[in-house]
Every structure is written in C-alpha cells, then in structure tokens.
C-alpha cells in the first residue's frame, strides 16, 4: 500500500487528500441539487393546486375618474380666463368670465319696464277711482232726466204741452241712462285691469308688474351666468379652446374638469371569470405607470351588459356567419383609501380578484 511503500512521501500523501476533496464537494452538491429540483416541482405544484380557482385576473383594466365638462349657459365673447392646464381648482372657482355689458343693458331694461308697468298700474287705480265719479254724476243725471220727463207728462196731461216735447225729453233721459251704464262699464274695465292686487294692496301681483319682474329676474340671471365658476374639485384639462375674445355659446364645451372626488378601475372581465365573483370581494391592483406600485380595492358593481352591447354598433349576427366570441363585461373596483402615487385617468392597470371561498349556488346569488 501506498502507506507502507517507502517510494511516497509526506507531502505526495497531502497532494493525493487535497486532489479527492473537491471531488468529493461536487459529488454532495450534484446530490443536493437532484433533491432540490424535485422538492421546487412540488412545491410549485402544491401552489398552484391549493391557489388554482382562487383568483381572476385581467390586464385589460384602466383607471377612470369623473369628468366634467363645462360649457356655458349664455352666449358671449370671452373676456377673461382665469385657469391653465393641469391646474387644480376648487368647487366655486371662477373658471373664466363672459361679456357681461349686453345683459348689464338687459338688466336695465327690464328696471325700465317695472317702472312702466307700476305707472300703468297707477293709472289704472286712478281710473278706477275716478270711475266712481262719472257713475255718480251719471245717475243724478239720469235722475234729472226722469223728473223733467215726469213734469213734462203731467203738462201734456193737462193739456199744457205737445207730445213732441215729452219724447224729447224721454230721448234725453234714455241718453243719461246709456251714459251710466257706459260708466259702470269702465269701472267694471278699471277693476280688470287692476285686479286682485290692487284690493290686497299687493302691487307685485298686477299682471304687467309681475312680467317685468320675471324679466328682471331673467336678466339678472343670465348676467350671474356670465362668470362661470367651477362645479366640482378637480383639475383643469382641454383649456385650448378657451382663449380670449372666443365667442362662446350654450352647450358647447370649451374646458374640462377631471374630478378628484372620486377614483375608480374599470376592470373588463372575460364573462366565464364572473362565475365565482360577487361584490365586496378583495382586489389587487398594479399599474404600468408605476411598477412594483400595489393597491387594494373591493369589487364594487358588475356591469350590466357587455361592453358589445354598449358600443356605438353593437355586433349583428343575422348573417349566420358568426363566430362565439368571449366577451367582456366592465367590473367597478373601488380603490380603498389614498394611493400615495398619482391616480392619472386612462392609466392601464391589472387587476387580481380574490374569489376564494364563495360557493353559494346560482340561487343564492
């Protein structure tokens, strides 16, 4: 043996132990690793068996927010301009401002047209008053009229007068009771016109006041509604057709407001995911813009109908040649509390949502 042969040395015997330890180092490793592997197999197996049918997920996801669109409710040129794009305003802030001058003038007129109205409403009370006095000069002519025709009767009776004379007398006592009646008539006109207001003492009521103060009211209206003030918080976006000296009209939009009241993930499904999912259940959220970036939210509402249904032309399979395609449907998730990144509006998202644990039947959904 190599102990006994006097031909080995001391340092030959080192070299030999030194030669076979790496040797005997590769030969645990590769053992080592031929139990590893199997045991990552497993493993990955046994997640997935205990994790599979736990989640649903979708890339097909996007940020959504509110957004208002502001146009303005009178027409005019614009005047002053108040944000820029991106700015975030407050509910209540002036966005930007109309030509106030043409409905300053309307304004002013209309305080023209009350004074008119209160002055008609004047002389209608003036006749009114005034009727009383042709009434009563009326009736004591007419019953002038009726003595004188008496007296005139009784001469005739007696042989003292001519028939002539007596239906003279009676026209003019038919021409007084028709000057009456004419006086009552405009009395009656008098008391029209005024109506009920004058009688309550409620001059506001009279017909022509109440219409120059609607008009009044219009007018000063449509002059508040040339400032035009934010309706929501939010920021400012689309101001390029907002600039100075623009003419501006009713329904035509001209700057937007992304809202800041509330942020959403619209989350399209495909329909054989929406089996096991309900409202309320737990959901995971990450965004393109911000790898690695992690938000919890809760599935708040299940779409309706598909997104087919609600396109500007919905698919038609009359032809019969149709192809089954798997549609979408839009599932609301809520984000729960503050994310601490940007929620920008139209950012992609992927969306996981935890299924676990909801057996109910069909019935029970």
């Known amino acids: 043996m190599a102990d006994d042969d006097p031909t080995f040395s001391a340092e ?18 590769r053992v080592a690793l031929m139990l590893l592997v199997p045991l990552i197999v497993l493993g990955i197996g046994a997640y997935w068996y205990i994790s599979s049918g736990r989640y649903v997920s979708t890339d097909n996801a996007y ?7 502001i146009s303005p409710e009178v027409n005019g040129r614009i005047v002053a301009v108040m944000v820029q794009q991106n700015q975030h305003v407050e509910a209540g802030d002036i966005l930007f401002r109309i030509d106030p001058e043409p409905y300053r003038i309307a304004v002013e007129q209309a305080d023209a ?14 006749a009114v008053a005034t009727s009383g006095v042709d009434i009563e000069t009326a009736r004591a002519n007419v019953a002038f009229a009726s003595r004188n025709l008496a007296r005139e009767r009784e001469l005739m009776d007696r042989g003292f007068n001519t028939r002539a004379r007596v239906e003279s007398f009676e026209n003019q006592l038919s ?5 009456l009646n004419a006086a009552l008539a405009a009395q009656q006109d008098a008391r029209a016109a005024v109506g009920s207001a ?18 009044r009211s219009e007018a000063q209206l ?7 003030r934010a309706p929501v918080s939010g920021t400012i976006s689309e101001v390029d057709r907002l600039q100075i000296g623009q003419m501006a009209s009713p329904g035509t939009t001209v700057v937007s407001i992304v809202a800041d009241d509330e942020t959403w993930v619209e989350a399209n499904f495909k329909e054989t995911d929406l089996d096991r999912m309900r409202i309320g259940q737990p959901a995971r959220i990450t965004f393109d813009a911000y790898p690695g970036f992690v938000v919890e939210g809760r599935v708040q509402s299940i779409g309706a109908g598909t997104g ?40 992609s998202a992927d969306v996981r949502v935890d299924v676990r644990g909801d057996d109910r039947s069909d019935g029970e959904r």
């Open 12 to 29: 030959d015997l080192a070299m030999t132990r030194q030669e076979a330890e790496p040797k005997r180092t590769r030969s645990t490793m």
């Open 308 to 347: 087919a249904e609600f396109s500007i032309l919905p698919p038609q399979n009359a032809t019969g040649n149709w192809v089954k395609v798997t549609q979408r449907v839009p599932v609301r998730i809520a984000i729960e509390g503050t994310p601490s990144r940007p929620m920008i509006t139209g950012l």
């Open 175 to 179: 021409d007084a009771r028709a000057r």
């Open 198 to 215: 004058s009688s309550r003492g409620v001059r506001s009521e009279f017909p022509a006041v109440a219409a120059a103060r609607a008009r």
């Open 113 to 126: 047209d009350i004074s008119d109205a209160q002055l008609s409403l004047d002389q209608a009370e003036t």
């Open 63 to 69: 940020v959504q927010q509110d957004i208002v669109e």
């Open 222 to 228: 449509n002059l508040e509604r040339t400032v035009i």
